[in-house]
């Protein structure tokens, strides 16, 4: 059974950072497409970063380029999500996404698996 469970989410004040880890079970995260999503009231779930391989580039959303970072740990087999210079609109669930299914990796379609999230609020 596979399952992915998201951590590290919380308040923070426009201008902080934030580290979410995404811990997952029952499927290995090396030499997969791993990638984090959010969605915030009323709005679609936009993709944010995804990645594959340690040594190859991520991919990242137009609204995060530069401000995030995506990694994995193949040996504690999670992936994080390090958020810096966050804003009031990245205020969202955030969730945690495994098994591409189409070679789209910022699509939320493209995904078999997803976690529960973790909320972040973003102060002004």
């Known amino acids: 059974q596979v399952q992915l469970v998201e951590s590290g989410g919380g308040s923070v004040q426009a201008g902080g950072s934030l580290k979410l880890s995404c811990a997952v079970s029952g499927y290995s995260v090396s030499d997969r497409w791993m990638a984090w999503f959010r969605q915030a009231p009323g709005k679609e779930r936009e993709g944010l970063a995804a990645?594959?391989?340690?040594?190859?580039?991520?991919v990242y959303g137009d609204s995060v380029k530069g401000r995030f970072t995506i990694s994995k740990d193949n040996t504690k087999n999670t992936v994080d999500l390090q958020m810096s210079s966050l804003k009031p609109e990245d205020t969202a669930m955030y969730y945690c996404a495994a098994d591409l299914t189409r070679a789209r990796p910022l699509d939320p379609n493209a995904y078999n698996f997803w976690g529960q999230g973790t909320q972040v609020t973003v102060s002004s």
């Open positions: 990645m594959i391989y340690s040594g190859d580039l991520p």
